[in-house]
């Protein structure tokens, strides 16, 4: 890991602070607060991705983290996907999704989208999977796209791109 310290003097590095106790008042974006996630704006803070499958549709909201934001530095990408244990559906990804900032493991729920870090692997989850070491969460499917991933059978083609269609 990188120890960029706060005594940094390099201004480019000003957008990039995300300590709660961040002391610079520079700007609105210094203020932050441990709930300024949840305080600001909706509209400012939404990463969203489109995810198609066949004739399928789908959208989803990316948490803000240094994993999604790897993930949408690669789109568009076309994974390959198989289903899995009749709750997930997984396929390889390019490159690796950065961890930095994820604890060990994650209990994903129906309808979350995550990256398997042992496989490389973008995972959408429709059914019921409990906790399991190396699993990320990325952000959460829209709507009923859960049940829509369960409706479909066997291997899959899954085109993910930035933005919603």
Same mark, same amino acid.
């Given at each position: ?6 005594? +940094?003097?390099?201004? $480019?590095? %000003?957008?990039? !602070?995300?300590?709660?106790? +961040?002391?610079? /008042? $520079? =700007? /609105? ?5 441990p709930t300024a996630e949840t305080t600001s704006t909706p509209e400012e803070n939404l990463m969203r991705i489109t995810i198609s499958i066949g004739d399928e549709?789908? $959208?989803? /909201?990316? /948490? #803000?983290?240094?994993? *999604? ?6 789109l568009p990408v076309t994974v390959e996907m198989v289903d899995h244990g009749g709750v997930e559906k997984t396929g390889p990804l390019p490159e690796p999704l950065?961890? %930095? ?9 129906? &309808? #979350?989208?995550? @990256?398997?870090?042992? =496989? ?5 989850? @429709? &059914? ?5 070491? &190396? ?7 829209? =709507?009923? *796209? ?15 791109? %930035?933005? !919603?269609?």
């Open positions: 890991m990188s120890s960029t310290g706060c005594a +940094s003097s390099d201004s $480019s590095d %000003e957008h990039l !602070q995300t300590s709660p106790t +961040s002391s610079t /008042t $520079s =700007g /609105t974006l210094d203020q932050r607060s549709q789908l $959208s989803a /909201t990316l /948490t #803000d983290s240094a994993a *999604a934001r790897d993930l949408l530095a690669q950065s961890l %930095e900032g994820q604890p060990e493991g994650a209990d994903p729920s129906p &309808g #979350d989208l995550g @990256y398997y870090a042992p =496989g490389n692997d973008l995972v959408l989850y @429709y &059914g019921d999977q409990s906790y399991f070491a &190396g699993i990320v969460i990325l952000g959460r499917l829209d =709507g009923d *796209a859960a049940e829509r991933i369960s409706a479909l059978d066997g291997p899959v083609t899954t085109v993910v791109r %930035e933005g !919603q269609e």
